[in-house]
């Protein structure tokens, strides 16, 4: 399991994004002070990702940069500083990516995935749903120990599934995640590759329909 810290003085807002960190399959770590993180950092630096804080009480977020960057732990911003010296100083400093403040969750997600994947960190060998075993590396699936034929956009359709499980998803959103970009085609798209896979791995009871939403993926 991934390990991602956030680094965020304000209680809600921590809390949040690690609850919503643990249903997506991460561990949470949080931190509320940047002088404590910093401390902490000296003796502990095993982790994937920080999302971290510029504002904070005692050592601010570009500080705690410098030395998360030591133990090779990519950082990306959540701040309230939306301007752009603030954006220009994080990016070239090092920082992985910036988010300003309020930002959707699922967004969050998304780019955390990005991240996870430029450094490597993002693959399990092998997932298990009931009989289904997923090998993401190998883009294999197989049931019951039978190989089962995939399209590619069918099998990238299911990882989303996967990574944003036990959320509801519009077909927009899937769509947009796929491309990567705003996708300016037929969101109908979506509802063609759910139906494929449910009926190749028998999920009509793990990919559940949202009316009038999209989808979720129940696990």
């Known amino acids: 399991m991934k390990k991602i810290l956030v680094i965020e003085d304000e209680a809600a807002i921590n809390d949040l994004i690690c609850m919503n960190l643990e249903i997506a399959g991460y561990a949470a770590i949080p931190f509320f002070d940047g ?17 971290l804080d ?78 289904v075993v997923i090998n993401e590396r190998k883009r294999t699936v197989h049931k019951g120990g039978v190989q089962i034929p995939m399209q590619p956009m069918e099998f990238d359709c299911l990882m989303v599934f996967w990574k944003y499980r036990n959320r509801v998803m519009t ?28 009926k190749k791995l028998d999920f009509s009871d793990i990919i559940i329909t949202v009316p009038r939403v999209g989808y979720r993926m129940e696990v």
């Open 35 to 51: 002088e404590v993180f910093s401390s902490h950092l000296k003796e502990n630096h095993n982790y994937d990702l920080a999302l």
């Open 171 to 198: 077909r927009d959103q899937i769509l947009n995640i796929l491309w990567g970009v705003d996708f300016e085609g037929e969101s109908r798209t979506v509802d063609v590759h759910v139906g494929n896979i449910r």
């Open 54 to 131: 510029i504002m904070l009480p005692k050592k601010d977020g570009f500080e705690l940069l410098e030395e998360l960057k030591r133990y090779e732990i990519p950082v990306i911003y959540l701040t309230a500083k939306g301007d752009l010296p603030s954006k220009v100083k994080g990016l070239r400093s090092g920082a992985e990516d910036y988010i300003v403040k309020p930002f959707e969750m699922l967004e969050l997600l998304v780019r955390i995935d990005h991240v996870l994947k430029r450094f490597g960190n993002d693959e399990q060998e092998e997932i298990q749903i009931k009989d």
